[in-house]
């Protein structure tokens, strides 16, 4: 096949369309093609005056010598995976996010019928907890955003973008995709999902999973590794009140960056573990449509998508960064609460990402060095202060405290909306953010907003929202392994975000992958 790259286009346009335009462009016969595909499909909005689209291509051509003229492609091929190993003593997931998904799938194509213990419920019970808590501000603690099938991600953005580079993430695309997921996902430069589809997509993940003779254990709580001369041997989990135990010579550790129990419990049984830097901050909303006019202004005539922005500044008085993160284009503030008492906020978009509103986290980095011990844990405490303050702000019923921008760099309290409304259940209550979080937070954000605004023409207006508070941006702890991806104790892979691996649903089920694949070279029981 031959590439095309760097292809503008200032049109809307279907493949039929595309195709022929590329044709006349490009001085080539449309009856040569055999085939052809998008390989990657971009906006290019630099000069608000000439705002296009970027299309990689790749055709395959009747004679190619005719078209020498342009570069080879290869198609990318998936790395050879196939193992086939029967042998390997039934292995046990722990946690149904993405890390444990993927590394479920993987065992599954190589022969392999993993066990699933996952301490919340199926995806679609799952929604009807979530859904319950927003209308009522009843919280299940053990069904809700962050805990259950599917993991955090399910109730995001459903991102697939990321900073690795890795041949695995084809696999988590092409996988995605076969389980439902848009076809544009796999040449999209920014592609997304949505939690629309996602609730869909695990349940068909899961599906596929029993079909092919992998067994899922929800509602089911694993409170203990049973180690002995320093290898695991068992694990033990509650369901229904009543304990099991559960023989198993491998376990991927694919908790969550918000399973604090399972912390402590895996500290306590001499999981080698260290604190790591995190960032903590706020949810900021504004309207969508602004946020569009600073992106793409008013002269385009393309039918682009709600605009996205990803921001970063640090501040030399404080010497911390202050960045942008899960972007959520035309989304909701999400109450993700995982322990009573306390709140916790995230973002959330449906596919079409349709909302009012644009919301983001925008965070400050702390370090092991800001925490009140040197203890591994000490940064779930960090967390969970900050949480607590929050709830109490709120009102003690999961409202969370909120603050207009403007009002927040003044130091002075809220007392009503301007043009951008809260999309945040079960509700918010005025409070000034600047008494929740810490000193050094606030003066790196503050700053931050007045740099944003540089970049992006009314970032800073005093009527954009601010929600409090974003904590659980990523895991507080990384949970060591070596180079084979074990942790100290043999059998036991840390694995994903929990595990201090990862950041998002892509590079979580690219280390789901990677952990089940190291799993496999471990020695193995008769």
């Known amino acids: 096949m031959k590439r095309i790259n760097n292809i503008k286009i200032y049109e809307d346009l279907d493949n039929n369309s595309l195709i022929e335009l590329i044709c006349k462009k490009y001085h080539i016969v449309y009856e040569d093609i055999l085939d052809w595909h998008i390989i990657k499909k971009s906006i290019d909005a630099r000069n608000k005056d000439n705002i296009h689209y970027l299309y990689n291509i790749a055709i395959s051509f009747k004679s190619e010598k005719k078209y020498s003229k342009f570069d080879d492609y290869k198609k990318f091929e998936l790395p050879n995976i196939n193992i086939k190993n029967n042998n390997l003593e039934r292995p046990v997931i722990v946690g149904a996010g993405p890390a444990g998904l993927f590394a479920a799938l993987t065992f599954i194509k190589n022969g392999i019928n993993p066990i699933i213990i996952e301490q919340g419920k199926k995806v679609e019970d799952r929604k009807k907890d979530v859904d319950t808590f927003l209308k009522t501000g009843n919280l299940d603690t053990n069904s809700n955003i962050q805990f259950g099938e599917g993991g955090a991600g399910t109730f995001s953005d459903g991102k697939l973008t990321s900073g690795i580079n890795n041949p695995l993430c084809s696999i988590v695309l092409q996988d995605f ?210 949480e607590e303050k929050a709830f109490i702000a709120g009102g003690k019923n999961y409202y969370a405290p909120i603050q207009k921008l403007g009002d927040y760099l003044n130091n002075t309290l809220s007392c009503e909306f301007g043009k951008v409304k809260p999309t945040y259940l079960p509700g918010t209550t005025f409070y000034n953010l600047n008494n929740i979080l810490p000193y050094f937070v606030n003066m790196t954000m503050k700053n931050a907003f007045l740099h944003f605004d540089n970049q992006i023409h009314g970032f800073a207006n005093p009527d954009t929202l601010l929600t409090g508070v974003e904590t659980r941006s990523s895991s507080p702890v990384r949970i060591i392994r070596n180079e084979n991806l074990m942790s100290n104790v043999e059998g036991i892979y840390p694995c994903g975000e929990g595990a201090g691996y990862a950041g998002g649903i892509m590079s979580a089920a690219v280390d789901g992958i990677k952990c089940a694949l190291a799993s496999f070279k471990q020695p193995l029981k008769s």
């Open 177 to 386: 995709y076969k389980f439902g997921a848009p076809e544009q996902i796999l040449y999209l430069a920014k592609p997304h999902i949505g939690t629309d589809n996602l609730v869909k997509i695990i349940s068909n993940m899961r599906n596929y999973i029993i079909s092919k003779g992998g067994e899922f254990l929800f509602n089911s709580k694993v409170v203990d590794f049973n180690i002995k001369d320093n290898k695991i041997e068992s694990v033990t989990y509650v369901t229904e009140g009543k304990e099991y135990t559960l023989a198993t010579s491998t376990v991927i550790l694919a908790i969550g960056h918000s399973s604090r129990d399972t912390f402590y419990k895996i500290y306590d049984k001499g999981l080698n573990m260290e604190s790591k830097n995190f960032s903590v901050g706020v949810r900021v909303e504004h309207l969508q449509q602004d946020i569009n006019f600073a992106q793409y202004g008013d002269k385009t005539k393309l039918k682009l998508p709600p605009a996205e922005y990803k921001l970063v500044y640090h501040d030399k008085d404080t010497g911390r960064s202050c960045y942008s993160f899960c972007m959520c284009p035309g989304g909701t503030v999400m109450a993700s609460s995982s322990e009573e008492n306390t709140i916790v906020t995230n973002g959330m978009s449906v596919f079409k990402r349709d909302g009012k509103n644009a919301n983001s986290a925008i965070l400050v980095n702390v370090t092991p060095a800001d925490f009140s011990s040197n203890s591994p844990l000490a940064g779930i405490d960090f967390q969970k202060d900050l």
